[in-house]
């Protein structure tokens, strides 16, 4: 389709013939000789038939792409089309001239643009090669969006599954955790492993069914992190406390799936698990000034050997927020005397979970 056929795009084009049209009336009027309904009336439609022309100009230019063709080949396409185009138009001038005018009239016109009919036809033909060239333009400013639009489909496309590989590392590393802690209670308290298990295969049914959801509402990533907290407290016991200060609003505003998980479990693991008397992970939401702010807090041994970590929690959820809202989330770590406090700022969305 011509990039032109459009309503706000084909009436600048025709008024940029405005300024030629009113000039050939103005000329026809004073030196023609004609009145100037008459001079209108062979103007107007003369011009308007041949910017008409000139539209096809597209197709060619199509044809014989710049940089992709000989020049030779280029060059003798359009000296042709343009010469041409030329003819047919003022063959439509001189016809409708024919029909308007009386015949002294037409004399007039004939002996007076006549002698001019080679430089009509040149300036004709420069018309139609300006015409090519902007067509050219068109044609490349097409060129540049398509470029565009398939470069910003591909970021959009590798960032998906950048997203899909980093949700897909969260299960993995849970469930490793999780195993080796059964398997150390196997041998302990045989009772609490098969508990265990029961709560575990809960939690991994859930997030089945979150199948290729990109957001779930807050209250259901939290309805998982009540399962997953419950499968540690099967390890913990009163060692686990847990403390919530969720603003009720927010609960209905949509998060990643599976985005708090990994640092409740960084706050168990590197947390919790040091300290022989047990601590307190506090969760808490916000939403303020269309952001939603999650905190999540835990305290910590600050004196106790540090247990080998490989980072992926943090990074993964770092980077699941880059690649979901870009710049316009982050998350900012939090480090105190005993406590250790993790912040995600995102924007307040609403709506059903997407997919």
């Given at each position: 389709?011509?990039p032109?056929?459009?309503?706000?795009?084909?009436?600048?084009?025709?008024?940029?013939?405005?300024?030629?049209?009113?000039t050939?009336v103005?000329?026809l009027?004073?030196?023609?000789?004609?009145?100037?309904?008459?001079?209108?009336?062979?103007?107007?439609?003369?011009?308007?038939?041949?910017?008409?022309?000139?539209?096809?100009?597209?197709?060619p230019?199509?044809?014989?792409?710049?940089?992709?063709?000989?020049?030779?080949?280029?060059?003798?396409t359009?000296?042709?089309?343009?010469?041409?185009?030329?003819?047919?138009?003022?063959?439509?001038?001189?016809?409708l001239?024919?029909?308007?005018?009386s015949p002294?009239?037409?004399?007039?016109?004939?002996?007076?643009?006549?002698p001019?009919?080679?430089?009509?036809?040149?300036i004709?033909?420069l018309?139609?090669?300006?015409?090519?060239?902007?067509?050219?333009v068109?044609?490349?400013m097409?060129?540049?969006?398509?470029?565009?639009?398939?470069?910003s489909?591909?970021?959009?496309?590798?960032?998906?599954?950048?997203?899909?590989?980093?949700?897909?590392?969260?299960?993995?590393?849970?469930?490793?955790?999780?195993?080796?802690?059964?398997?150390?209670?196997?041998?302990?308290?045989?009772?609490?492993?098969?508990?265990?298990?029961?709560?575990?295969?809960?939690?991994?049914?859930?997030?089945?069914?979150?199948?290729?959801?990109?957001?779930?509402?807050?209250?259901?990533?939290?309805?998982?992190?009540?399962?997953?907290?419950?499968?540690?407290?099967?390890?913990?016991?009163?060692?686990?406390?847990?403390?919530e200060?969720?603003?009720?609003?927010?609960?209905?505003?949509?998060?990643?799936?599976?985005?708090?998980?990994?640092?409740?479990?960084?706050?168990?693991?590197?947390?919790?698990?040091?300290?022989?008397e047990g601590?307190?992970?506090?969760?808490?939401?916000?939403?303020?000034?269309?952001?939603?702010?999650?905190y999540?807090?835990n305290?910590?041994?600050?004196?106790?050997?540090?247990?080998?970590?490989?980072?992926?929690?943090?990074?993964?959820?770092?980077?699941?927020?880059?690649?979901?809202?870009?710049?316009?989330?982050n998350?900012?770590?939090d480090?105190?005397a005993?406590?250790?406090?993790?912040?995600?700022?995102?924007?307040?969305?609403?709506g059903?979970?997407?997919?």
């Amino acid at each position: 389709m011509h990039p032109l056929f459009t309503r706000s795009r084909f009436s600048l084009y025709l008024l940029a013939w405005v300024p030629l049209i009113a000039t050939s009336v103005y000329v026809l009027a004073t030196r023609g000789g004609l009145r100037w309904w008459q001079a209108s009336a062979i103007a107007v439609p003369v011009f308007l038939f041949y910017a008409f022309l000139c539209l096809f100009a597209w197709y060619p230019c199509r044809a014989t792409p710049l940089g992709r063709v000989s020049f030779l080949r280029l060059l003798l396409t359009h000296l042709i089309a343009a010469v041409f185009i030329s003819f047919i138009w003022t063959q439509v001038g001189a016809l409708l001239s024919y029909f308007f005018l009386s015949p002294k009239q037409f004399d007039t016109i004939k002996t007076l643009f006549g002698p001019q009919v080679n430089a009509i036809n040149t300036i004709a033909i420069l018309i139609y090669l300006l015409s090519v060239a902007f067509h050219y333009v068109l044609i490349a400013m097409e060129e540049s969006r398509r470029a565009e639009t398939q470069a910003s489909e591909a970021r959009v496309l590798a960032r998906d599954a950048e997203l899909k590989a980093l949700k897909a590392q969260v299960n993995p590393h849970f469930l490793f955790n999780s195993l080796n802690s059964i398997s150390a209670l196997t041998s302990i308290d045989p009772a609490k492993a098969r508990d265990m298990c029961i709560l575990l295969s809960e939690f991994l049914r859930m997030t089945l069914g979150l199948g290729e959801k990109s957001a779930i509402p807050l209250s259901e990533e939290l309805a998982l992190l009540e399962r997953f907290l419950a499968i540690e407290k099967v390890r913990f016991g009163a060692r686990l406390q847990v403390e919530e200060a969720i603003q009720e609003e927010s609960r209905a505003l949509l998060v990643p799936p599976l985005v708090l998980q990994p640092l409740v479990e960084n706050a168990v693991v590197h947390g919790i698990a040091n300290l022989p008397e047990g601590g307190v992970i506090r969760l808490s939401s916000q939403c303020h000034d269309g952001r939603l702010s999650l905190y999540i807090e835990n305290t910590f041994d600050p004196e106790c050997t540090p247990v080998r970590r490989n980072g992926m929690g943090l990074a993964n959820v770092r980077l699941r927020l880059e690649c979901r809202y870009g710049t316009y989330a982050n998350m900012n770590v939090d480090p105190r005397a005993n406590r250790f406090g993790v912040e995600l700022s995102m924007p307040a969305e609403t709506g059903e979970a997407r997919q």
